[in-house]
């Protein structure tokens, strides 16, 4: 099995808790994907590249370190990656942004490809990619392939939830990258549902049902 990183910090897990709640508004549901995202930035982000820069205190003249933000790439599956977007962008504002435009076949749930847009010379840049559910793995599996094509420096991927059907198929098909989830669910349904889960979430963030 590859890296599973559950990121199970109390602050973490309270709001997925409220997140997960049948009566969570639209607007709570947004903020806490917002809320959550950024502080699983902390977990994802903790070995990023450092350089040393010289600066000046009031007091004296010091060496101190800094990310490159530009080196950093988020990839939303669109479209409910935009709200894992959204929160780690509030973290590392000056990172770049690549979308994978990516729908379920229904019958099927196989990922179709509709868009596909990422920032020039992957092969400097360190990639995460963004999916808050990773359920079938169809769309995880779709999107990384496809980013692989580019040579990025490296790659992470971040949902909020998974199961091990999803875990099953990133195992089998990108060994190679670590995933970062708040946490781990029973199974799938026979609609590719997450359960307990928290429903569909891009209908909830976007509140189109
Ligand atoms: N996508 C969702 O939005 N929810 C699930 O449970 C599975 C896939």
């Known amino acids: ?22 009566e969570a508004s639209t607007k709570s549901f947004r903020e806490l ?15 990023m590249p450092m350089h ?33 977007l959204d929160g780690m962008l509030s973290v590392v504002p000056s990172a770049r942004v690549g979308h994978v435009g990516l729908y379920r076949d229904p019958k099927t749930l196989v990922a179709v490809e509709y868009y596909f847009k990422l920032p020039e010379d992957l092969e400097e840049r360190d990639v995460v990619i963004v999916d808050p559910m990773l359920a079938t793995g169809n769309s995880a599996v779709a999107a990384l392939d496809r980013v692989k094509e580019f040579g990025p420096r490296s790659l992470k991927f971040v949902c909020l939830l998974t ?15 670590p995933i970062y989830t708040a946490a781990v669910d029973r199974r799938l349904d026979d609609h590719g549902y997450i359960v307990p889960g928290l ?3 891009g209908d909830r963030i976007f509140g189109t049902k």
């Open 163 to 177: 199961c091990p059907e999803g875990l099953a198929a990133m195992d089998r098909f990108h060994p190679d990258v």
């Open 52 to 84: 040393e820069i010289e600066i000046d205190t009031p007091l004296e003249p010091m060496t101190s370190r800094v990310i490159d933000g530009k080196k950093l790439v988020f990839v939303s599956i669109l479209r409910a990656g935009s709200g894992i």
């Open 199 to 201: 429903g569909d979430a």
């Open 33 to 47: 994907v917002g809320e959550i995202s950024a502080l699983m930035s902390y977990e994802v982000l903790r070995d």
């Open 1 to 22: 099995m590859g890296e599973v990183h559950i990121v199970d910090h109390p602050l973490v897990q309270h709001k997925l808790t409220l997140l997960r709640r049948k």
